[in-house]
């Protein structure tokens, strides 16, 4: 098996997506990097982000696609459109992920995720349902945290986890030297 790799790079500076999103120093960002389709089970993220109910925890969708508008309806429904960014298409992701506290992939499938590594090699934590070849990417309660898929209390539970800087910082590191 050959794995997939990503070069290293400088990674920007974190205050420039944060303060483009309003977003505080004091402030958990969880984000979700790709396009908005239904394989990506968005609306489980959006659930499990309004189970969370931190007023410290805000939530960034970087991409665009065909469910955007409904997944906008769904998170005033869900009472948490204050605290959820919606970014559209973004062509600077190493500045999105140095902005992030912790990357979040909710998909009911996916290839290998690329993106997982971006965010490991700016040592972010990564949680993430396992499915697919997920587990071979993010090792669990090493450099992340894997949930079942379609499970939004599950998810909330692992996101209330990452409140905590200790576990962020841990998991990115170990994240950051899987990469490299």
């Not at 506290?101 to 040592?123: C, I, N, P, Q, W």
């Amino acid at each position: 098996m050959v794995h997939y790799g990503v070069a290293q790079i400088a990674q920007p500076d974190k205050k420039t997506l944060r303060n483009s999103l309003d977003i505080g120093k004091k402030e958990v960002l969880f984000g979700f990097v790709g396009r908005l389709v239904p394989q990506k089970s968005l609306g489980d993220l959006l659930k499990a982000f309004a189970l969370l109910a931190n007023p410290h925890a805000r939530l960034a969708i970087v991409g665009d696609g065909a469910l955007k508008r409904e997944l906008q309806v769904m998170a005033e429904k869900l009472h948490i459109s204050e605290s959820v960014k919606f970014t559209g298409y973004r062509n600077d992701i190493p500045t999105v992920m140095s902005g992030i506290d912790v990357f979040v992939l909710s998909s009911k499938y996916e290839g290998f995720g690329l993106v997982l590594l971006e965010a490991m090699r700016a040592a972010k934590p990564v949680l993430a349902t396992r499915v697919s070849a997920i587990p071979e990417v993010v090792s669990d309660e090493v450099t992340g945290i894997l949930v079942p898929a379609c499970n939004p209390e599950i998810m909330a539970e692992a996101m209330k986890r990452f409140m905590d800087e200790e576990n962020r910082v841990r998991m990115g590191a170990a994240g950051k030297v899987r990469v490299a």
